[in-house]
Structure formats: structure tokens, C-alpha cells
């Protein structure tokens, strides 16, 4: 199929581009299945559609405020799929809204009235909700954490103790896009783009252990420009992909 939809539907696709069956295409199959994960990964890593920004919800075991760390793997049945994370939502003071001594929930009780009702001037309840957090960053700054991907650990830089088991954390992070969720992801076209290339490349390696020798027909294979052609094509997908496909950086703000 033009358009696969399914990873063998995308490996047929690529050794079609390649010129099988009219010519043999000399790569073993798991040789295609290892560049096809290859791909893969650099799609869910650079490409601006290759991930999605999520959000866990988690419950404190007294194991991980023994461990001092979170094994990410626990976070939810994708856990495996988590490539960063970027924030863990605050430990006490933001959801402590069932705390009548909590100031957010005393300021929503006495002033909902007056903004509702036009009483209040809302330039000044912003100002002062802005203020708020300004003391909250002072006095309850946001925790640092460090996540480590292949370690599957996420560290926040905190006492420990602090916690309580079956308290609730709510995490920021990025996961791949699974492609069983979305078979669209297989017909992108830079992971096509780039699933050939790699295949290319391969057959070009396997080839170049035979340049030289003389074939019927005074013919002799010639490994090494498949595989030169394809670490071309490479470089360029390489370069698309950071000028085109992923996503800018962001920017710090004061």
C-alpha cells in the first residue's frame, strides 16, 4: 500500500521504494525490522508529531518515599513510552483546597461573590493573585527534578519526609505517540523517508563485503555507492528534521 497503516504495510512499502521485487534487495528481515526501530526512535524524538504532552496522576507509597525517587514505569500503563518530563505539580500547598486555612481557598470564599456580582474590581483580584504566587515561589518554591529516561527514575530534590503516603502528585510529561493508537503514524513521511534510507544504507553495508569480486557478465557489485547515496539521504533527513519537523525550543522568561 501507497499509504501504510501498519508496520509490516510500512516495511513492504520501503523495499518497494528500494526496487523489490524487480530486484532483489539483499537485507535480511530482521536487518529491516532493526532499521524500521531506528527510525522509529528518531521520529519519536525529534519529530514535532512524534510525541504528546500528558499528564499522570500519581499516589505516594511509603516505598517511594523510602526509594527517595519515582519509578516512572509506575505512573500509568505507558509509563515505558515517557521520553522527558518537565513538571511535577506541587506536593501540598496548590491542592491543598480542602484546607479552609488554605489563603486560595479563603480568597475564593469571601471575594467569588463580589467578582461575580461586579462588587469587586477584578484588576485588583488579579494583582493580588499574582502577588500570592509570587510569596508561594518565595516561601513553597516549585520543586526541581531530575528524570533520568533509561533509568526510569524521577527525582525530586526535596526531603522526602515531607511526604505522606497516598498523597497525590500530578506529573508533566512527554510520551511517544503509539503508533497501535495511531496508525497514521506509519505513513508519515519522514519516518517513510527515513525507514528507506536506512534500509539503503544496510543493503549497501551488506553489498560492500563483496565489491570487487567479478560476477558473471563481467559485472561486480558496488556496495559502497548504495551505501555513500544513502548516508546522504540521511544527512538530509537528519537536517529536516531539526529545521523543519521539531518542535523550537523554549525560551526562558523572567
Known amino acids: 500500500m501507497a499509504t501504510p497503516t501498519t508496520r509490516q504495510e510500512l516495511k513492504e512499502y520501503a523495499l518497494r521504494a528500494l526496487g523489490h521485487p524487480v530486484i532483489e534487495i539483499n537485507v535480511d528481515d530482521s ?15 525529534w519529530h514535532m508529531y512524534g510525541h504528546e504532552k500528558t499528564y499522570y496522576k500519581y ?5 517511594d518515599i523510602t526509594n527517595g525517587y519515582l519509578n516512572t514505569n509506575s505512573l500509568g500503563s505507558d509509563g515505558d513510552r515517557i521520553l522527558s518530563i518537565t513538571r511535577v505539580f506541587s506536593v501540598g500547598f496548590n491542592l491543598q483546597v480542602n484546607n479552609i486555612f488554605n489563603v486560595r481557598y479563603q480568597m475564593a470564599l469571601n471575594d467569588f461573590y463580589g467578582l461575580r456580582t461586579g462588587q469587586m474590581n477584578l484588576n485588583y483580584f488579579v494583582t493580588t493573585m499574582q502577588y500570592i504566587e509570587m510569596l508561594q515561589q518565595l516561601l513553597d518554591p516549585e520543586k526541581q527534578i531530575t528524570f533520568s529516561r533509561y533509568a526510569n527514575r524521577l527525582t525530586l530534590h526535596m526531603n522526602w519526609t515531607d511526604f505522606q503516603p497516598g498523597q497525590f ?10 503508533p497501535a ?13 527515513h525507514s528507506i ?34 548516508q546522504e539521504e540521511l544527512e538530509k533527513i537528519m537536517e529536516d528534521y ?5 518542535e523550537p525550543p523554549d525560551f526562558c522568561t523572567g
Open 31 to 45: 536487518q529491516v525490522e532493526d532499521r524500521i526501530d531506528e527510525a522509529l526512535r528518531h521520529f519519536f524524538d
Open 59 to 63: 499516589q505516594i507509597t511509603q516505598q
Open 169 to 178: 502528585l500530578l506529573v508533566e510529561a512527554y510520551r511517544s505517540t503509539d
Open 181 to 193: 493508537l495511531y496508525p497514521e503514524v506509519w505513513n508519515d513521511t519522514m519516518l517513510k523517508r
Open 197 to 230: 534510507a536506512l534500509i539503503k544504507r544496510q543493503w549497501g553495508a551488506n553489498l560492500s563485503k563483496y565489491d570487487g569480486i567479478n560476477l558473471p557478465g563481467n559485472l561486480t557489485f558496488n556496495g559502497q555507492r548504495i551505501y555513500s547515496e544513502a
Open 242 to 246: 531539526m529545521t523543519k519537523y521539531e
